[in-house]
């Protein structure tokens, strides 16, 4: 019984150790091994929702790149960050329950502090 508990934990180790991470890139999601992330620069971009009219910070809207899968969600101030992404020119969407969609057009991310504002119009 040792023995197997032993395997299996070797096993899970093993196998978390070449897990592929989902990178961002401006031709769309990307998956590389963790080894073959060193190779890539990857950058991060972040930002604050508002309400238009009050200012207020705006919980749960969603946000993603043009193209990618993948979606974040602001969080109770407001604030958001997408990881793991290549440098380059990216369209941002937003989009919330009762609010029109936002798309923020050519959004350079590269560096290190890529940051963005974006404000949502009540329908």
């Known amino acids: 019984m040792k023995k197997f508990v032993f395997l299996f934990i070797a096993l899970l180790f093993v196998g978390l150790?070449?897990?592929?991470?989902?990178?961002?890139t401006p031709?769309?999601?990307?998956?590389?091994?963790?080894?073959?992330?060193?190779?890539?620069?990857?950058?991060?971009?972040?930002?604050?929702?508002?309400?238009?009219?009050?200012?207020?910070?705006?919980?749960?809207?969603?946000?993603?790149?043009?193209?990618?899968?993948?979606?974040?969600?602001?969080?109770?101030?407001?604030?958001?960050?997408i990881e793991n992404v290549v440098p380059g020119k990216y369209n941002v969407l937003s989009s919330y329950i009762s609010y029109t969609d936002n798309k923020m057009k050519?959004?350079?991310?590269?560096g290190k502090n890529n940051v963005v504002r974006l404000v949502l119009k009540k329908d």
């Open 27 to 81: 031709e769309g999601d990307r998956e590389v091994e963790k080894a073959e992330l060193v190779g890539i620069e990857t950058t991060s971009l972040s930002g604050v929702v508002l309400d238009n009219e009050t200012g207020e910070a705006l919980v749960g809207v969603a946000i993603r790149f043009e193209g990618s899968n993948e979606t974040v969600y602001t969080d109770f101030d407001g604030n958001f960050k």
């Open 17 to 24: 150790g070449s897990q592929a991470i989902k990178v961002v």
């Open 106 to 110: 050519e959004v350079n991310v590269s």
